[in-house]
């Protein structure tokens, strides 16, 4: 009985082990950093120059945005792989899933990948409008939706605007936009590709500072 449990318990670590080191971040801190996590996403910064190429990993559902148009091989743990193209300023739903990318283009692949950690979706109802914004969706699955998003130069929410869901928001330009979270200090300019969670429920308030409309990604997280 102690060698059966000595080796389920070998088992056990050795299947943990495995999990863990097929985290992007973990196996490959060259190609993806965390820009921002809690306990709804985790939100990577993806970044491969031409040629390069990961090493198999995993993730959960998530929705990437692309910051470049960029071509990339997708290798699978069976060794077929397929290669895709993404347009820049786009977005796709993926589900989980492992691969090894590598970037197959002449530029480089510049993404934002929104990583849902909770272990079911959501119930949140998610807009088809919102005051001063246009919405155009760009990807749409079980927990989320992307839409490509821009602000009018008028554009605010109030003090205490809250929502029923979670937020990324991408900035897809440098851009001005006060957005203040819960009492918070106010962010007032943005960077291309800089992200912010905004949580459900939670009060914040922001303007378009800047005098024209800007452009933004939001995901908005059921």
């Not at 491969?48 to 990339?72: G, T």
């Not at 197959?104 to 993404?111: F, L, Q």
């Not at 109802?125 to 989320?144: D, H, Q």
Request: charged share 20%.
């Amino acid at each position: 009985m102690r060698r059966v449990l000595a080796a389920a318990a070998a088992a056990i670590a050795t299947m943990s082990t495995v999990a863990i080191a097929q985290d992007a971040v973990k196996v490959d801190p060259t190609h993806y950093k965390v820009v921002l996590e809690n306990a709804a996403v985790r939100v990577l910064r993806i970044s491969y120059a031409p040629n390069e190429k990961s090493v198999m990993h995993a993730h959960p559902d998530a929705i990437a945005v692309f910051l470049a148009a960029s071509k990339a091989r997708m290798t699978l743990p069976d060794g077929k792989a397929e290669d895709v193209s993404f347009a820049n300023e786009t977005a796709q739903y993926t589900p989980a899933g492992t691969h090894q990318p590598m970037n197959i283009g002449t530029s480089r692949v510049e993404v934002v990948l929104v990583e849902f950690k909770t272990a079911a979706p959501g119930k949140a109802t998610l807009p088809a409008s919102r005051p001063g914004l246009t919405l155009n969706v760009l990807a749409e699955g079980p927990r989320a939706m992307a839409y490509r998003t821009t602000a009018t130069a008028t554009f605010a929410e109030p003090a205490g605007t809250t929502h029923e869901f979670d937020q990324v928001v991408i900035a897809l330009g440098s851009v001005q936009m006060a957005l203040s979270i819960d009492g918070k200090p106010t962010k007032t300019t943005w960077a291309r590709g800089e992200a912010v969670f905004i949580p459900r429920g939670t009060p914040h308030e922001s303007k378009n500072t800047g005098g024209k409309p800007v452009d933004f990604v939001i995901v908005a997280v059921k």
